[in-house]
């Protein structure tokens, strides 16, 4: 439990320096906007799959 609990908050500091260095995660191609009037309805469909495919590949890593 408190390895899996280093690698969480490892991947969230990752995220971050990444977010404040600039990459756009969140506005990637593939991510959905609609906007009808002052409504807004974000679906960040490339996002989640890319953030789950780097946690995947981080529990790989760790199991061994």
Known sequence: MGKSMIVVGLLIAGIGVLMSVGV????????????RGNATVYIPITTS??????ITLAMVLFRR
């Not at 756009?24 to 906007?35: A, E, S, T």
């Not at 799959?49 to 780097?54: A, H, M």
């Open 24 to 35: 756009p995660m969140g506005r990637l191609p593939g991510d959905m906007v609609f906007r």
């Open 49 to 54: 799959v890319v953030v789950s495919v780097v």
